[in-house]
């Protein structure tokens, strides 16, 4: 657990998703299944679940979305995702969403959509899509939560699962690197401090390298 600005951010255990939160929001609490693992990260800082109000899912993917039912139905939490991702999930779909990758169902819960521009306090809504439709980022001037989309390193999210779009994925690569990012809070991995500006470049050129 570690404290950049008003984020603080939680490395996932296992198969989970990175965690981040700021103000009353979580930005994707994983699948559910170490749910301790993310309290205890949270006390660290002093924060409980009792002190936010809204859940926010990069996208629809189960590692970054299966612990919003619980959330959900224990603490009263509201989630919020793209309008295109949240059909999936309404819908029930296994495949889609992964929940069949990971043996499990789809969550049940009640999801508020996004659209691209909206806000989210002070961090602006993306749609990238490319690893999924209705994939997002949350960007404030300076800090970019990219869930799959862009990895450190210059890695990237795959495009190969349902909705995934290899030609979406180097438009949203290449907007983002148009960006000023000094943080990236990545899905998966090391996120990056102070220099992300780099790292989503250099995704963004490999992805037209190798596609």
Known sequence: MERVDNVIAIIGMDLDSNTYVFDDVIVDPGTGRNINYLADSLKEAGKSFDDFNRIVNTHCHFDHAGGDEYLQKEYGLEVYMHEEDAKFIENGDGDTTVS???????????????????????F????????????????????????????????????????????????????????????????????????????????????????
Not at 173 to 183: F, P, W, Y
């Open 100 to 122: 069949t990758s990971f043996g499990s169902k789809v969550p049940d819960i009640s999801i508020n959509k996004l659209k691209e521009g909206d806000m989210i306090n002070d």
């Open 124 to 211: 602006k809504v993306l749609n990238t899509p490319g690893h999924t439709i209705g994939g997002i980022c949350l960007y404030d001037g300076k800090s970019l939560i990219a869930g799959d989309t862009v990895f450190s390193n210059g890695s990237f999210g795959r495009s190969d699962y349902p909705t995934g779009n290899t030609d979406e994925m180097k438009k949203s690569l290449a907007r983002l690197a148009q960006l000023d990012v000094k943080n990236l809070f990545t899905g998966h991995g090391p996120y990056i401090v102070g220099e992300g500006n780099r790292h989503v470049k250099l995704s963004s050129d490999n992805a037209n390298k190798w596609y």
